[in-house]
């Protein structure tokens, strides 16, 4: 029964993937899981939105091109720049670089698919709603007004009281749980899913890029959505967080804000040096120059950004030496830098390189990206920074960072890669006359404004005096900026040409060695008939007739069975194969569930507090069901992928994605809580209005036993991992049943100190305590909710000495939360005793 | 059993620059609470208790990185010299080395300013 059914002839083998692997056309594509359909989806979304931001950008240029226009009113100006930062930075860079990442990973790694398709499907659609909010908000004048980074107190209830922050800090968080899952999903799968034989040091540079960017998403964007969650309970609930007069501290935000904005900056300019990396060495037709060295500048740049982030704080009164250390970190982030730089010139130079239109925005992303981390180690260094703080001059700056290191490089891929997307060639040399309008109009636009920022006209500014001398400059400026959206019109045209009407193109066109163009073009939705093993870091360079042996079936797994979706897991340094990833059909359970979190979001926009909760209990309903696929109640044991090679399935193996896949979302999470003990010792050392006037007492000893039930939890999950392992189910039922009460016992332990402790609006003191609290209550109310999932597991026969997975990940959280938990009652009860002696010694 | 087994490596690539990374908050913590408490008023010798302290943190950071990166060269050039295949690809060892080697580095530049800048100005 578990057997392969092998096929007649290669025609069959793809009719039959592509009936297991595809999706049914007309509503049925909603339904698609498949990694091809969702890049395309990703990508096409983001530039839908790249539009947006720039009507947004020519609407500033239009109000500022000249002195005193009357174009829009203040109101509606704060609007329009806000708007055109956040589309472009949350609903463009990120989810155009992950359409890109989901589109090309698994066929550069050689294999059929991500690790956790439906969790990509859903990410797309959070995406897609988290976003459509916001442009909602648009059109009916209630879009963010406060900037894209969205300062206290100026996006505090007093100064914006209207639903426009709300907006903001509710739909981005909303679209960030795509960028997490889409973090997790990536980094999984490079570690995981990838071809047998591709070892750490055969992996195709794109691809370290993308490790590092999965790992450095996971660290940088919980800040900003716990900052998100803060601002949001200061301002929906009135807790006291960032206010000043009730000991908090508007600083918090900014540096919530930027331990997440200045990575930020590298998460969206690596992945493009990723694929940068990727194009140069086919262009100049030799391999890429210092591999190895470029893989340990992509780490260190990844590292070192997280150092940067009071750069963009130094006027804002923090000592000498504080910013000399920030300072040195900024200019070191120039050395990793500047060393793939030299790699790709070094490629360049000792090959022989094709001048196309991907090399000619490749040869724009040099000139312009060189320019603006010119002015990055200007503005590094803190006299100059406090000159040209909030000008202009910075607004070139990191349109030179941002456009040179991202859009151009972007255009790059987009040229190169479009042959694979569409099976079809340009057209017409359109790209060309892209790439000059598009060049020379960004150039006019920004080099000015360094000038402009020089001269000193400040950012966000509606209007200014003829008085100034600015006009001139401006009016260039704009002129700039249409020009350059003249290009990208163009830009737009040609790919629509190339699709619709293009000749087509055959396998390779460009002559490259990376996997990606072995399989079939335009992509299938399987991605490889069979599965390569790979043998060198540019296998289809050394075998050109590889494409031909993996179509006719002479890999792994070149076969169906069952129906099922297969591909293979690997050893994540070495490469050998260790499972068989058995992944979710065609399916419209992510749809309903982010339509379920939509109504979440948009009822807690709308302050509709019993509707949000309705939302929220049917996406944990929702998400319950999506673990059907992988139930079974009998074990399949170790089954063959071909070659004389037989793997257990990923449900009856130690380690399998999913258990890497909390590893990484608990990473996050811990990311998360280190910013809120981070922000409670911080508003405790600087904030005004402390000690407060009230700290928690009385709740010491439920403090003490819910600590003792986390405790015990961690241990209880143990025990009942030992017996289903052991394949007593029955016990490990015993034992998962008094899981469930501990963690039941936390969360009243934990309610009933929330209802004593100080009120959270009175003081943050009391706000963050209160967080932390919440913050450790959900925590045990998941953990809750995962022992009655194995209970029901257990019952249903779906557990056995084999089949312990769920039980592997529910222990992950219980000892993630026994952890959490006890830092976090300790820290507050520690505070407290702290505060209690300096009062009582005072 | 080392440290240099998989998947293990993988943290040990990471380990030079996280360490990195928690000498820097470090550094930046003591100094934030030294400016509250005063420690740049009381002397130690020639030093105030605020760049004592800072010192000597920054010092022993070095030291700690140091120390691993000179495990992990000890490593590559063990998988080097042994004329068997080393249970690890080298890549991974040389890019374990090569990152603590760099995050050594880090810190000893990135501490730099605690030689002259004023601590609480």
């Avoid at chain 1, 359970?589 to 509707?611: D, H, K």
Wanted: aromatic share 12%.
């Amino acid at each position: 029964m578990n057997e392969p059914i092998r096929p007649a002839s290669p025609v069959e083998l793809h009719r039959d993937l592509e009936r297991i692997w595809g999706a049914h056309p007309g509503l049925g594509q909603l339904a698609a899981v498949n990694h091809s359909t969702l890049g395309r989806r990703f990508i096409v979304t983001a530039f839908l939105f790249f539009a947006v931001g720039g009507i947004l950008a020519m609407l500033v240029r239009a109000q500022i091109a000249t002195s005193h226009t009357a174009f829009v009113g203040p109101e509606i100006y704060n609007q329009i720049f806000t708007m055109h930062g956040t589309v472009m930075m949350f609903l463009f860079a990120i989810p155009m670089f992950e359409g890109f990442a989901i589109y090309l990973l698994p066929k550069l790694l050689g294999t059929r698919d991500l690790a956790f398709p439906r969790a990509g499907a859903y990410g797309y659609w959070c995406y897609l709603f988290g976003g459509s909010i916001l442009l909602l908000a648009l059109a009916v004048g209630a879009a963010p007004d406060a900037g894209w980074f969205m300062y206290t107190p100026l996006s505090s209830k007093p100064f914006s009281p209207g639903i426009n922050a709300d907006v903001w800090l509710i739909g981005i968080t909303f679209v960030e749980i795509s960028a997490i899952g889409a973090a997790v999903e990536v980094l999984v799968s490079i570690l995981l899913v990838r071809a047998p034989g591709m070892s750490l040091d055969r992996m195709p540079i794109f691809a370290w890029y993308m490790l590092v960017v999965a790992v450095m998403i996971l660290v940088g964007f919980p800040p900003l959505i716990l900052g998100s969650i803060l601002l949001e309970a200061e301002r929906a609930f009135g807790w006291a967080l960032f206010d000043p007069t009730r000991g908090g501290d508007s600083l918090l935000w900014q540096h919530l804000f930027w331990i997440f904005g200045h990575p930020e900056v590298y998460i969206i300019f690596l992945p493009a040096a990723g694929m940068v990396s990727t194009i140069i060495p086919v262009m100049a037709g030799r391999e890429l120059l210092g591999y190895r060295w470029v893989v340990l500048s992509a780490i260190s740049v990844g590292f070192l950004s997280f150092g940067l982030w009071v750069h963009h704080m130094y006027a804002v009164g923090i000592p000498h030496l504080a910013l000399g250390f920030f300072s040195a970190a900024s200019m070191l982030v120039a050395i990793p830098t500047g060393v793939q730089i030299f790699s790709w010139l070094g490629t360049l130079m000792s090959g022989r390189p094709r001048f196309n239109v991907p090399m000619l925005f490749l040869c724009g992303f040099f000139f312009i990206f060189v320019l603006g981390g010119l002015t990055g180690v200007m503005v590094a260094v803190v006299p100059f920074d406090l000159q040209v703080h909030d000008t202009y001059f910075v607004v070139a700056h990191f349109h030179y960072v941002l456009v040179g290191g991202f859009v151009f490089p972007i255009m790059a891929a987009a040229y190169y890669w479009m042959p694979h997307l569409t099976g079809r060639q340009p057209m017409f040399q359109l790209g060309y006359a892209v790439f000059w309008l598009v060049f020379i109009g960004f150039n006019l636009t920004f080099f000015l404004m360094h000038l402009t920022g020089l001269l000193g006209m400040p950012r966000r500014i509606w209007t200014y005096s003829e008085s100034y001398g600015w006009d001139w400059l401006n009016l260039l400026s704009s002129i700039g900026g249409f020009v350059m959206t003249i290009g990208f019109a163009l830009f737009v045209l040609d790919i629509v040409l190339q699709a619709r009407f293009g000749p087509k193109t055959g396998r390779n066109p460009w002559g490259a060695g990376s996997l990606e163009w072995a399989t079939p073009v335009p992509a299938t939705n399987y991605g490889f008939a069979s599965i390569p093993t790979v043998a060198s870091r540019h296998q289809l360079a050394e075998d050109p007739d590889l494409p031909r042996k993996l179509a006719a079936g002479e890999g792994l797994l070149g076969f169906t069975r069952r129906n099922w979706l297969e591909t293979i897991a690997i050893d994540m340094i070495t490469g050998e194969p260790r499972q068989i990833l058995l992944l979710p059909r065609r399916t419209f359970l992510p749809l309903w569930t982010a339509l379920a979190t939509g109504l979440f979001f948009v009822s807690l926009l709308l302050q509709v507090y019993p509707l949000a909760i309705a939302g929220l209990v049917i996406t944990i309903a929702i998400f319950w069901t999506w673990t059907r696929h992988s139930a079974r109640t009998a074990d399949l044991g170790p089954l063959p992928v071909g070659d004389g090679t037989t793997l257990p399935v990923h449900t009856e193996s130690g380690h399998a994605p999913s258990w890497w896949a909390v590893v990484f979302l608990l990473l996050a999470d811990a990311a998360m809580f280190g910013s809120l003990l981070f922000g409670l010792i911080f508003l405790w050392v600087v904030a005004p209005g402390w000690p407060p006037p009230e700290i928690l007492s009385d709740s010491t000893a439920f403090a003490l036993i819910a600590m003792a039930c986390l405790l015990a939890a961690a241990g209880l999950g143990r025990l009942a991992l030992r017996a289903a392992r052991k394949g007593a189910v029955g016990r490990a039922l015993v034992w998962n049943r008094f899981l469930a009460a501990a963690h039941a016992a936390t969360v009243l332990l934990l309610a009933a100190i929330l209802t004593t402790a100080p009120d959270p609006t009175a003081h943050a003191y009391a706000g963050v305590n209160a967080a932390i609290l919440v913050y450790v209550l959900i925590h045990a109310g998941v953990g809750l909710i995962l022992a009655l999932h194995v209970w029901q597991a257990c019952r249903r026969g779906m557990v056995s000495a084999a089949r312990s997975l769920d039980l592997m990940i529910g222990q992950l959280w219980h000892d993630y939360t026994a952890v959490a938990g006890v830092i976090g009652l300790g820290t507050i009860l520690g505070v407290a005793a702290m505060i209690a002696q300096a009062g009582a010694g005072g | 059993m080392t440290l240099a087994t998989r998947p293990a490596i993988l943290l040990v690539i990471a380990l030079g620059y996280t360490l990195w990374g928690g000498a820097l908050v470090a550094l930046y913590g003591v100094l934030s609470l030294g400016c509250v408490f005063g420690w740049e008023e009381v002397m130690l010798g020639p030093l105030t208790l605020q760049r004592g302290l800072l010192l000597l943190l920054w010092l022993l950071s070095v030291l700690v990185i140091a120390l691993l990166a000179w495990q992990t060269w000890g490593w590559l050039q063990a998988a080097r010299a042994d004329g068997q295949p080393p249970p690890l690809p080298r890549f991974t060892l040389w890019l374990a080395a090569a990152c603590s080697i760099a995050a050594a580095g880090a810190t000893l530049f990135m501490g730099l300013p605690i030689l002259g800048a004023s601590a609480c100005i």
